[in-house]
């Protein structure tokens, strides 16, 4: 796995551990479907892995984003726990708003 990759999946699978012990479980919506919540975040890791190379071209970055962006628009599912909360809340934006 290249640099860029092993962070990134390491925080995602971090973070889908602690969603999916407590539901599958900011300004993000709460009440989101486990079925939409676990396809958005399929959607990182299908992007964080076709990364070509050690770190991801602009190209590939602005996609690793908007899949970031996408999870925090569908949101949790009901249930998390607040810290579970807080971490996903953490991981979208400080993703999303990387530059």
């Known amino acids: 796995m290249t640099s860029i990759k092993r962070p990134l999946a390491a925080a995602g ?47 590939e970055w602005k996609k690793i984003q908007k899949s970031y962006e996408d999870l925090g628009e569908v949101g949790t599912p009901e249930g998390i726990g607040d810290d579970e909360r807080k971490g996903f809340e953490a991981m979208v934006d400080a993703i999303s708003g990387l530059d």
């Open 13 to 59: 699978a971090a973070v889908l551990m602690g969603l999916t012990l407590t539901a599958c479980g900011g300004s993000s919506p709460t009440d989101a479907s486990k079925d939409d919540f676990c396809g958005s975040f399929k959607d990182i890791v299908s992007t964080t892995t076709s990364v070509k190379g050690d770190e991801p071209n602009e190209d």
